[in-house]
Protein backbone atom coordinates (compact mmCIF):
# COMPACT_ATOMS: atom_id res chain seq x y z
CA UNK A 1 0.00 0.00 0.00
CA UNK A 2 1.31 3.43 -0.87
CA UNK A 3 0.02 7.05 -0.28
CA UNK A 4 0.61 9.75 -2.78
CA UNK A 5 0.49 13.35 -1.64
CA UNK A 6 0.37 16.21 -4.11
CA UNK A 7 -0.27 19.83 -4.63
CA UNK A 8 1.51 21.46 -2.42
CA UNK A 9 4.12 24.69 -3.21
CA UNK A 10 4.61 27.78 -2.86
CA UNK A 11 1.80 31.14 -2.04
CA UNK A 12 1.17 34.19 -0.60
CA UNK A 13 -0.75 34.77 2.33
CA UNK A 14 -4.23 34.79 1.81
CA UNK A 15 -4.29 32.30 -0.81
CA UNK A 16 -5.43 28.80 -1.89
CA UNK A 17 -3.88 25.20 -2.22
CA UNK A 18 -5.61 22.12 -2.52
CA UNK A 19 -3.53 19.00 -1.81
CA UNK A 20 -4.66 15.57 -2.71
CA UNK A 21 -3.72 12.21 -1.28
CA UNK A 22 -4.22 8.71 -3.07
CA UNK A 23 -3.88 5.33 -1.78
CA UNK A 24 -2.88 2.54 -3.86
CA UNK A 25 -2.24 -1.10 -3.59
CA UNK A 26 -4.02 -3.90 -2.25
CA UNK A 27 -7.17 -2.09 -0.05
CA UNK A 28 -10.46 -3.74 1.01
CA UNK A 29 -11.30 -0.91 3.00
CA UNK A 30 -10.04 2.64 4.54
CA UNK A 31 -11.43 3.80 7.95
CA UNK A 32 -10.27 7.17 8.19
CA UNK A 33 -7.90 9.65 6.17
CA UNK A 34 -5.78 12.46 7.71
CA UNK A 35 -3.72 15.12 6.83
CA UNK A 36 -0.74 15.88 9.53
CA UNK A 37 1.48 18.59 9.56
CA UNK A 38 5.19 19.19 10.59
CA UNK A 39 6.37 23.16 10.86
CA UNK A 40 10.08 23.73 11.25
CA UNK A 41 11.62 23.13 14.40
CA UNK A 42 7.97 21.63 15.79
CA UNK A 43 6.48 18.53 16.13
CA UNK A 44 3.71 17.07 13.56
CA UNK A 45 0.40 17.54 14.35
CA UNK A 46 -2.82 16.06 13.03
CA UNK A 47 -4.86 19.16 10.79
CA UNK A 48 -8.00 17.24 9.54
CA UNK A 49 -9.52 13.85 9.67
CA UNK A 50 -12.04 12.54 7.47
CA UNK A 51 -13.66 8.58 8.59
CA UNK A 52 -15.36 6.39 6.50
CA UNK A 53 -18.59 7.26 7.34
CA UNK A 54 -17.94 11.06 6.20
CA UNK A 55 -17.47 12.69 9.61
CA UNK A 56 -15.00 15.43 10.10
CA UNK A 57 -12.78 17.30 12.56
CA UNK A 58 -10.31 19.80 12.16
CA UNK A 59 -7.63 21.06 14.50
CA UNK A 60 -8.97 24.43 15.98
CA UNK A 61 -5.72 26.42 13.96
CA UNK A 62 -8.05 25.54 10.68
CA UNK A 63 -11.17 25.43 11.38
CA UNK A 64 -13.17 27.36 8.66
CA UNK A 65 -10.60 27.82 6.57
CA UNK A 66 -9.24 24.35 5.58
CA UNK A 67 -11.84 21.09 4.33
CA UNK A 68 -10.98 17.99 4.18
CA UNK A 69 -12.63 15.36 1.50
CA UNK A 70 -12.46 12.13 -0.03
CA UNK A 71 -13.83 10.57 -2.74
CA UNK A 72 -14.16 6.65 -1.84
CA UNK A 73 -14.14 5.06 -5.03
CA UNK A 74 -10.74 6.50 -6.00
CA UNK A 75 -8.99 6.03 -2.29
CA UNK A 76 -8.21 9.29 -2.41
CA UNK A 77 -8.52 12.41 -0.04
CA UNK A 78 -8.15 16.19 -0.36
CA UNK A 79 -7.38 19.00 2.20
CA UNK A 80 -8.52 22.59 0.68
CA UNK A 81 -6.76 25.21 2.13
CA UNK A 82 -7.67 28.69 2.24
CA UNK A 83 -6.71 31.88 3.49
CA UNK A 84 -3.79 30.61 4.56
CA UNK A 85 -1.16 32.22 6.70
CA UNK A 86 2.88 32.07 7.17
CA UNK A 87 2.03 29.90 10.19
CA UNK A 88 1.00 27.67 7.80
CA UNK A 89 3.78 26.88 6.66
CA UNK A 90 4.76 23.25 7.23
CA UNK A 91 5.40 19.98 5.70
CA UNK A 92 2.20 18.07 5.46
CA UNK A 93 1.46 14.11 5.19
CA UNK A 94 -1.39 12.18 4.72
CA UNK A 95 -1.98 9.18 6.70
CA UNK A 96 -4.53 7.06 6.09
CA UNK A 97 -6.09 3.51 8.58
CA UNK A 98 -6.86 0.68 6.32
CA UNK A 99 -7.73 -3.11 6.08
CA UNK A 100 -5.75 -4.90 3.09
CA UNK A 101 -8.25 -7.72 3.21
CA UNK A 102 -11.54 -8.64 5.10
CA UNK A 103 -9.85 -10.79 7.42
CA UNK A 104 -7.14 -7.90 7.79
CA UNK A 105 -6.72 -6.53 11.13
CA UNK A 106 -5.81 -3.15 10.01
CA UNK A 107 -3.06 -0.52 9.85
CA UNK A 108 -1.77 2.77 9.30
CA UNK A 109 0.45 4.23 6.51
CA UNK A 110 1.83 7.37 6.00
CA UNK A 111 2.55 9.02 2.56
CA UNK A 112 5.19 11.19 2.00
CA UNK A 113 5.32 14.60 2.93
CA UNK A 114 4.37 17.37 0.91
CA UNK A 115 5.76 21.21 1.31
CA UNK A 116 3.69 23.87 1.80
CA UNK A 117 4.92 27.39 1.93
CA UNK A 118 3.20 30.45 2.51
CA UNK A 119 5.45 33.52 2.12
CA UNK A 120 5.12 36.99 0.48
Known amino acids: VQLQASGGGLVQPGGSLRLSCAAS????????MSWYRQPPGKQRELVAL???????SYADSVKGRFTISRDSAKNTAHLQMNSLKPEDTAVYYC???????????????WGQGTQVTVSS
Open 95 to 109: YATLKRASWHPGSAY
Open 25 to 32: GSIFSINS
Open 50 to 56: IASDGST
